[in-house]
Structure formats: structure tokens, C-alpha cells
């Protein structure tokens, strides 16, 4: 009976600890800038604050503009990585390294010195590598709809879908992903042609959720690669543990460190200004503002997980003793 009344009680400081956070950030002074360098996303109203915390038995708590659209970016890369470790496993590792770059997300170059070998799978360059393994099914158009069924299916939601004028202006703009492909295909390490690889790549980073979708969609890790509600399998424990690690280590490019200090949970930003935050065993959750900081990363959405962090002892350095979700 008292664990009954202590997981009510918790309950109701979560609730109360999402809606102080979501009032907190609206009120926040300084909100960064959004990423001015793709279009549609230049335009997003930055005075926008969304988060959704969904807890391992299924309770879903929400603030702000939670069932707001907002456009993945590189948060799309912890799928993307999720469906190439099914398809070749502990191979992606020859193509692919696990240390943090310590560059910019889309930093050229260490390419050079480490002939075309990406650092990690969550800067652009080790994204367009795993968006090659992908391509296996074929045509991008495919290869994309796979990935999109694979979200849809994680988050249980069907309207999941791309932002078709994220999408081309992506594509209209990335010169420097184009540049990155390139070099890559150079040293031998895309298989397929650039042009496909990156069809592929800008796509699924156009793909649209909000919060609440992510959240979702998140489940799968916090739970040991469990989905917690039907029991499938999503991958294996061990495998849900390195993609966690690798979001913590390397989720957030140059800046993953200080996220890291800071939060103490895995995390996986987009220039979006979304981001996917996993307290193992105990919530999945997503934040999303679009203005972001000098490293890319959504300025608020960051102080929010802070501050989430603190008040519930989630972060995965904290005490061991932390209320359970």
C-alpha cells in the first residue's frame, strides 16, 4: 500500500514538475536562434515550448505546445542508426566510429586524417554512412518509407510523415552534406551513389512529429529495447544500451560533453530545436524549442532537461535511490 501511495504521490510531482518547467521557459529571456540556414525553418516562432514525458507504464505527461509539428533534423539519426544495427550489426562499426567528434555536426575535417571514416553515427557525416546501409531496399523513396514506417510503428501513430518543403529545401541547401558524401565516396565508404544516399538522408530528416509523437517513439530505449506496452522486442537489451550510451556520448556533437555535465541522460538533438531524452527504466521524453545555441542544440530545450533532471534525480550519474516512474 505505501509503494501504491508512493508512485500516486510521484505521479502528481510529475505532472506538477512539467507544467512548472513548460511555465518556466515561456518565460525564459534569452531563446536562441533558429536555424537560419534552412528556410522553413528560419520562419518558426522561437516564443514556442513543447514537452512530453511518457513513463515506462504508459502515463503521458504533456506542457505546452507538446502536439506542436516540428521538423526531426538529426534526432531522426537514433532511428536511422536503430534499423542499420538490424540490418548488418556489429559491421557498421568498420564504417563507422564510436567517439564523440569534439567538431561541429557537420565538421569535414577529420575526414581526411581518418580517410573518410566518420567519428560517430550522429554527426552528418557518420548519418550519411548509416543513410548508405539503409539504401540496401533500393530506391530512397523506399528506403525512406521504411524508416517512416518504423517510427509510425514506434510511436503507434499513422499520420507520422515528411515536411515535403523541409525536405526539398534541404535538398536545395545542403552543399555541405553534398561535399561530405563525396569525400566519403572518394575513400570508398558510401556504396551507393551520393545522389541516393543523400535523398534518403535529407528526407528522413525532414520527417515531422511533436512531442508527444517522440516521446512515443522513444519508448524502446528507456525500456531495454522493449516497446512497454505490447512487450515486442523492438532490439536486443544489450543493443538499446549502446545506442543509449552513443546518445550520451555523442548526441549532442561539440557540445555533448556539457550536455552530459549537465543533464546526466542520453539525448539526441536536432537543429529543429527538438530533443529525444531517455532516463533509463524510467521515462522517455521530448522537448522542443526552435531557437538554439551556438552548438546547434535547442537553447530551451536544453535548460529544460536540466531542470527535469534535477527535480525528479532521473539523471543516470544521480543517486541510485531516485523515485521510480
Not at 55 to 60: A, C, E, L, M
Not at 94 to 122: C, K, T, Y
Not at 168 to 177: A, D, P, Q, V
Request: negative net charge; proline residues 5%; glycine residues 10%.
Amino acid at each position: 500500500m505505501t509503494d501504491v501511495v508512493e508512485r500516486l504521490n510521484f505521479m502528481h510531482d510529475l505532472a506538477a514538475i512539467v507544467a512548472d518547467i513548460a511555465e518556466e521557459m515561456q518565460a525564459a529571456p534569452d531563446r536562441g536562434k533558429p536555424a537560419d540556414y534552412i528556410p522553413p525553418l528560419a520562419r518558426v516562432d522561437v516564443a514556442q515550448f513543447g514537452m512530453a514525458v511518457v513513463t515506462v507504464d504508459g502515463r503521458v505527461f504533456t506542457a505546452g505546445s507538446a502536439d506542436e509539428l516540428f521538423s526531426l533534423q538529426s534526432i531522426s539519426k537514433v532511428f536511422a542508426l536503430t534499423l542499420a544495427l538490424g540490418k548488418v550489426g556489429s559491421q557498421l562499426w568498420d564504417r563507422v566510429g564510436r567517439e564523440p567528434s569534439g567538431s561541429a555536426f557537420n565538421s569535414i575535417v577529420q575526414l581526411e586524417s581518418e580517410r573518410g571514416i566518420p567519428r560517430n553515427p550522429f554527426i552528418n557525416a557518420g548519418a550519411i554512412v548509416v543513410a548508405d546501409v539503409n539504401l540496401t531496399r533500393g530506391a530512397p523513396r523506399e528506403s525512406l518509407a521504411e524508416l517512416i514506417s518504423f517510427v509510425r510503428h514506434l510511436a503507434d501513430d499513422d499520420t507520422i510523415a515528411v515536411d515535403v518543403e523541409v525536405a526539398k529545401s534541404e535538398s536545395e541547401t545542403g552543399f555541405r552534406n553534398v561535399a561530405l558524401a563525396n569525400y566519403m565516396k572518394s575513400f570508398g565508404n558510401l556504396h551507393h551513389t551520393p545522389e541516393d544516399v543523400l535523398a534518403l538522408y535529407f528526407g528522413q530528416c525532414a520527417v515531422a512529429m511533436n512531442c508527444r509523437q517522440l516521446a512515443m517513439a522513444g519508448r524502446y530505449l528507456m525500456a531495454a529495447g522493449l516497446n512497454p506496452t505490447s512487450g515486442h522486442r523492438i532490439v536486443p537489451e544489450t543493443r538499446a544500451r549502446r545506442i543509449n550510451a552513443l546518445m550520451l556520448t555523442c548526441g549532442h556533437y561539440d557540445a555533448s560533453g556539457d550536455f552530459a555535465f549537465r543533464v546526466g541522460l542520453p539525448g539526441k538533438s536536432g537543429v529543429g530545436g527538438g530533443i529525444l531524452a531517455v532516463a533509463p527504466g524510467r521515462a522517455s521524453i521530448a522537448v522542443w524549442s526552435p531557437g538554439l545555441n551556438a552548438q546547434g542544440n535547442s537553447q530551451l530545450g536544453t535548460l529544460a532537461l536540466e531542470r527535469l533532471a534535477t527535480r525528479t534525480g532521473w539523471s543516470v550519474f544521480d543517486r541510485a535511490d531516485a523515485p521510480p516512474a
